[in-house]
């Protein structure tokens, strides 16, 4: 088990180390940050001395090892297009990127992995040929389509929902929380529906194929054959051995959540982190787009280790190897 | 052609060709697709106007909807855009553009997925574990976002000029970076289990070198997965594409995909031209809903334990 | 003794898992007379199938040696293999034809011009039709692809067969015309022969000498008729004891308790000795060497003395003493 | 005609199980395939009756039929299944689930496939007894040890809250057991139990499920391909060929003086444990696939006293001494001084 959770560790840590590589040759070989301070005419020696004072004339390894240091302390230089340090922009964007991935999580994870279960139990049912139909529209549409198809019925056409923004929010502490206001909720509704739909058929359809194939098993079989009541062959056997592979993927799944949230941002103009790297990158904002790869990288590390901890916890096959 | 002949033979008789022919959700979207490339491969032909030639646009026909909508012209069927683009010729153009990009990164990340899932899986040891270690790394960040920072990353280091060339090529590798490792994890999952298969063993025997078998008996069982996984991928490929060029990345203006059509419609979406947006929407989502009807039902058909 | 055609010294292969490495086959020593078939016989996990891979030069030996001496009237020495599972040993997307020229073409042994009847030969040889040449190897049924097997074995013009447990995976019938074929090839063909399987009455039919194997360990090795008449290692015992018996309905079978333990945990000592009725103290501390007793039996059990006297299946005081069916 | 002959075996009394005219098919795209072709057979309480038969026969299927289990699209085409008096072929599915585990246990061949392996050994036992025997919890728990101490596992009383995949293939076998009877059926139906194991340990827990049954006089249905463990456990004994029986019989006139040719080659294919030959009696040809089963005698084509008859009709099983056989040739001779 130890062992098995220091392997882990090493893969976070060697990912986390290469991603700070390209975040740290982003910084320095893109765009003369010298240029950006001093201005485009200024002179040999006047460049040479922001050069010094910036330590870019220090050898490479020096350099990056000095980058990391300020990168632990959130320490990335200041936006280029905000003129504000890079951590107070990301800090003030994180809530409503983690919200409405909160959001759209449960719902993708609450309403998919039922559907998939019913659909692999009665795949006969005309509820679960229509399930189908929905499920492969939901993975064909991309999902600013959604986006936009909503606005179109539910903003334009029908004015129920606000098209775009956050709506109010209550500053709690430092977290500012879109969560408490109607109007928060209202302009939630749509983002988070967008952004689940295309996780909701993905779960769907994994649970059902996975539910299908335990049900095929040999051990299934021997359950029939013992007589076992139908609720506690599909619910008690069937469910829970479907349920381990499903937790993997879970996790994968949720991690791109968050790359997902770029494209629904962008549509809803929600002011979340997916938003702030769109403008980053077409505004050249190098130290945001370092800065966002780090954070991501650190996100997708942590949710892989949680998914291992929790398959250790599930499986008593892995438990047990000492 | 004999051999061919027999081929073809042997393809009616098939369970393939019979359960083809009984799912309904299998030759519809077999014959939706073949339209769709034929009307992407004859676009110059088929569209009524040239939407690049500036000559032909009229700036007095801009933002005029369907015909069938009131207000509308016959002469612009499905009505014209922004810059009094013919909506039925720019969709065809768009879709031509969507395809090429969806096929070419398929077929790069095939190519570079099954190779690396070839040699990993077959050398087994230090060069498996480097890439599989790499497609774990991958992994972790999901398709769009890599091929999203790819694309995004090109366009902050290239100087603009340089990059409104390279900007199509661009995609298509950032789109085929972001899909190769499924190649590479499947092939490499069915090259383990293959090549400790006795057939392979009682080839050694005759002293036959390791590259030689891997080609000559390994590759041509893994093409039944492969060929599934990249039907599957087309249809996602296409979608990468279209998010990237809606958000602005993507292919170049130049050369509009649906994507980029999409955008420019959102752009005016409130202004009520909604055909602008919606109509190649709705001819990005046939293409990928039928892609992905045809791959799923092809994925049946192939997985042997389903007969 | 005439020269023997393949020895075997002091041969192991170690694996490493979970952190330990397991012995799969521990300092095994035999020789095979040149066009014999010598088998080697013992439940799974006992390192047969390892042991004849390295000996068929598909995986390499971590210790030991093996010496091909000159095989009969001048051939060439090679090696082919007869594998145990049907489905998987042949390539579901080849034509049975072309398996089995590829041997032929790869080595030359024919000129291009005459492969083709080469193949059809074979396949008539093992009792196939010439017309199958172009089938695929899922038109044939498990007994049938068997044959084919034996066929593409043919085509590379071994020397040396190795028999992997040829014909567990299929029916009785089925077994019996691949059996004979097999023997039958094996005499017409002057080849000398490795057998693996776990079936003591399928070695008896085949084989002329018997190596027993238990995990990892040669403990018996002797001619077949001397070792069905007088099995000296109880193991051996345990394992003819243990085949049913046709038509002599109920015996009372007197089986030691215990299973086989994991090769990752090997017991100390003479690793049967927790299973083994007549274990004395010795047994527990130090694993027996193969000896060399009087009527040329090798055996690896401290309770056999070098007279060779079996070692009387005494199993503990609550089984009778089961009487030897030696008819 | 059939009804008749049928009760002439050694038991007087009605027997547990009898199965008359029973056909099961496959529909498939070619047309429906008869797996199973007017097969007929009795089990008396507490007997042990052997089916023995070549991969492709229809061994299987019949226990799965019996037990309701039929993977669709195969099902009960034509013919009774009549349990304890009552016929349960046409059974709904809640009556034949109460009636599965309860009155009629099953065992399959391979023991890592057949445990759930994400609950303990201890829940899938209690669950079993509770679901058919009015127990509360502890009760069941107590039980479960008991059963796990009946069936040989070492320690029960700690090994009860363990995982299958702790156990030796073995091991699990006899748990596999234990699940079977531990809600007291009258019939188990095992297919191939001991097949994935090791020579030493099939002895093992065949002789495990011999005395559990004979205490419990339960009876068996044991399907396997292996004629040794039919001689040594079974009491009678049916041969199976193509979806037919060709003979049945007590299992020392079936081993000794088989009368079928089928029964005979296959007697005569087993290599023998206890002497030297030069060659083995085989069979030519092969058992025909489900889709090519031939006319009359289905054993015809591969039969050297196949005569014309044998070609167009198929002969019905008719009592030839104490076994039935279904062959216009029966060869050999009939064990006189037998009431017929």
């Given amino acids: 088990m130890l062992r098995f959770l220091l392997g882990r560790l090493a893969n976070g840590a060697i990912v986390m180390v290469l991603v700070s590589m390209l975040s740290f040759s982003l910084f320095n070989f893109i765009g003369d940050p010298v240029s950006n301070l001093v201005g485009e005419n200024a002179t040999v020696n006047e460049r040479e001395a922001m050069r010094r004072s910036l330590g870019l004339d220090q050898p490479l390894p020096l350099q990056y090892l000095k980058f990391v240091g300020r990168a632990v302390q959130g320490e990335f230089g200041v936006s280029y297009r905000n003129i504000e340090p890079v951590s107070r922009v990301i800090a003030s964007r994180l809530p409503a990127t983690l919200e409405l991935s909160l959001v759209a999580a449960v719902l993708a994870l609450g309403v998919g992995i039922p559907m998939g279960v019913y659909a692999g139990l009665k795949p006969r049912s005309l509820l679960t040929r229509g399930l189908q139909v929905i499920s492969l529209v939901g993975i064909s549409v991309p999902s600013f389509v959604t986006g936009i198809i909503l606005i179109l019925i539910f903003s334009i056409s029908l004015n129920w929902l606000p098209s775009f923004g956050r709506g109010d929010t209550v500053l709690l502490g430092v977290w500012n929380t879109g969560l408490l206001t109607v109007t928060g909720w209202k302009s939630l509704v749509m983002p988070a529906i967008t952004l689940a739909l295309f996780q909701l058929t993905l779960f769907m359809r994994l649970t059902r194929t996975q539910m299908m194939e335990v049900l095929r098993s040999e051990y299934i079989k021997f359950a029939r054959a013992r007589g076992l009541r139908e609720r506690s062959i599909n619910y008690r056997h069937a469910l829970r051995n479907t349920l381990i592979p499903i937790i993997t993927v879970a996790g994968l799944q949720l991690g791109s959540m968050i790359a997902f949230s770029i494209i629904t941002e962008t549509v809803f103009q929600w002011p979340g982190l997916g938003l702030l790297i769109i403008q980053a990158i077409s505004f050249g904002d190098v130290p945001v787009i370092a800065a966002y790869l780090l954070l991501i990288a650190l996100l997708f590390v942590l949710i892989n280790m949680v998914v291992d901890l929790l398959y250790f916890a599930v499986d008593p096959r892995l438990r047990a190897q000492r | 052609m004999k051999t061919m002949m027999l081929t073809v033979r042997r393809w009616r008789q098939s369970d393939l060709a019979w359960s083809l022919g009984r799912t309904p959700e299998a030759w519809i979207s077999a014959l939706v697709l073949l339209l769709y490339l034929g009307m992407a491969l004859l676009a110059p032909l088929l569209a009524p106007q040239n939407p690049f030639d500036l000559a032909a646009l009229d700036l007095l026909d801009a933002r005029l909807p369907p015909a069938w909508v009131e207000g509308g012209q016959l002469k612009y069927l499905f009505g014209t855009d922004g810059q009094g683009r013919d909506m039925v010729s720019v969709m065809l153009y768009g879709l031509r553009m969507s395809l090429f990009v969806g096929v070419a990164s398929t077929l790069l990340s095939l190519v570079v997925g099954v190779t690396l899932g070839l040699v990993a899986g077959y050398m087994g040891g230090r060069i498996d574990n480097i890439i599989m270690r790499a497609a774990d790394v991958q992994l972790s960040f999901p398709a769009i976002l890599v091929a999203l920072l790819i694309d995004g990353l090109s366009r902050t280091v290239l100087p603009r000029a340089v990059h409104e060339q390279l900007s199509l090529l661009i995609v298509v590798v950032a789109i085929a970076l972001a899909n190769w490792v499924q190649y590479a994890r499947t092939v490499r999952g069915v090259t383990l289990i293959e090549k400790d298969k006795d057939y392979v063993n009682a080839v050694r025997l005759i002293g036959m070198g390791r590259a030689r078998i891997l080609f000559r008996h390994v590759l041509p069982n893994i093409l039944s997965p492969v060929l599934v996984i990249a039907t599957l991928s087309i249809g996602l490929a296409v979608l990468t594409e279209a998010t990237l060029s809606f958000l602005g990345l993507g292919v170049p203006a130049t050369s509009p995909s649906l994507g980029t059509l999409i955008r420019l419609g959102n752009e005016v979406l409130f202004s009520g031209e909604w055909w602008i947006t919606v109509l190649p929407g709705l001819l990005l989502i046939g293409l990928v809903l039928s892609v992905n009807l045809f791959g799923d039902w092809l994925r049946d058909a192939l997985n042997p334990r389903l007969k | ?327 | 005609m059939i009804m008749t002959t049928l009760n002439v075996t050694t038991q007087a009394a009605a027997p547990l199980l009898s199965v008359r005219h029973l056909r099961v098919q496959i529909p498939t795209r070619h047309g429906p395939l008869t797996a199973l072709d007017d097969v007929s057979f009795d089990i008396a309480r507490g007997e042990i009756l052997g089916f023995v038969g070549e991969s492709g026969a229809g061994k299987s299927i019949t226990g799965m039929a019996v037990l309701g289990l039929l993977d669709p699209p195969a099902h009960i085409a034509a013919g009774d299944i009549i349990f304890d008096g009552q016929p349960i072929h046409k059974l709904s599915a809640s009556q034949m689930r109460k009636l599965r585990g309860r009155r009629i246990g099953a065992i399959f061949q391979d023991p890592l496939l057949s445990l759930n392996p994400l609950l303990t050994v201890g829940d899938q036992l209690t669950e079993t007894m509770r679901t058919h025997l009015p127990m509360t919890r502890d009760e069941a728990r107590e039980r479960a040890i008991e059963w796990l101490r009946q069936v040989g596992i070492p320690s029960p009383a700690e090994r009860v809250d363990a995982y299958p995949h702790q156990f030796s293939g073995g091991m699990r076998q006899r748990i596999v057991i234990a699940l079977a009877l531990c809600a007291e059926p009258d019939l188990v139906i095992a297919d191939e139990p001991t097949t994935a194991l090791d020579v030493s340990v099939q002895a093992q827990v065949l002789e495990l499920l011999r005395t559990q049954c004979r205490e419990r006089g339960t009876a068996v249905l044991l399907v396997t391909h292996d004629m040794g463990v039919i001689s040594e456990n079974a009491d009678r004994v049916a041969v199976m060929y193509a979806g037919h029986i060709a003979e049945t019989g007590p299992v020392d006139q079936i081993v000794n003086r088989p009368r079928h040719p089928y029964t005979r080659g296959l007697m005569g294919s087993i290599p023998p444990a206890d002497q030297d030959v030069l060659w083995l009696q085989q069979i030519d040809g092969a058992m025909p696939r489900l889709s090519a089963r031939p006319t009359g005698c289905p054993f015809h084509p591969r039969c050297k006293h196949a005569t014309e008859q044998c070609v167009s009709t198929r002969p019905l099983p008719h009592p030839e001494g104490v076994a039935l056989v279904a062959c216009w040739h029966p060869q050999g001779l009939a064990v006189e001084g037998v009431a017929a």
């Fill in chain 3, 1 to 327: 003794m005439s020269m023997p055609y393949l020895s075997v010294k002091n041969l192991s292969r170690e694996f490493k898992a979970q952190g330990r490495t397991v012995r799969a086959v521990d300092n095994v020593s035999f020789d095979i007379p040149v066009g014999t078939t010598f088998s080697l016989v013992g439940e799974s996990g006992c390192g047969k199938t390892t042991l004849a891979r390295v000996i068929a030069g598909l995986d390499k030996p971590s210790a030991g040696s093996m010496l091909f001496g000159a095989p009969l009237d001048g051939r060439v020495h090679r090696t082919q293999m007869i594998f145990q599972d049907p489905y998987a040993s042949l390539n579901p997307r080849w034509r049975v034809g072309d398996a089995i020229a590829e041997p032929i073409t790869f080595q030359n042994l024919r000129l291009r011009t005459d492969v083709k009847q080469r193949v059809e030969d074979l396949l008539a040889r093992v009792g196939l039709s010439a017309a199958d040449t172009a089938k695929f190897p899922h038109e044939f049924s498990g007994g049938q692809r068997q044959r084919v097997s034996i066929a593409r074995a043919l085509a590379g013009e071994p020397s040396f067969l190795v028999c992997d447990e040829p014909t567990s995976a299929l029916d009785v019938s089925v077994q019996a015309q691949i059996l004979n074929l097999l023997k039958r090839l094996e005499k017409e063909e002057g080849l000398t022969s490795l057998f693996i399987s776990h079936n003591l009455a399928v070695v008896r039919f085949v084989s002329s000498m018997i190596g027993v194997m238990y995990l990892g360990r040669l403990v018996e090795v002797a001619p077949t008729a001397e070792l069905f008449a007088a099995p000296r290692h109880p193991y051996t015992q345990l394992l003819l004891e243990a085949i049913p018996r046709i038509g002599q309905g109920r015996r009372a079978v007197s089986l030691p308790a215990g299973e086989l333990p994991s090769p990752l945990a090997p017991p100390p000592g003479c690793t049967f000795h927790p299973r083994c009725p007549a274990a004395m103290d010795i047994c527990r501390r130090e694993a027996p060497a193969l000896r060399t007793l009087d009527n040329g039996v090798l055996v690896a059990c401290h309770a056999v003395s070098s007279g060779g006297q079996p070692v009387r299946f005494m199993p503990g005081a609550a089984h009778p003493a089961s009487s030897f069916p030696l008819s």
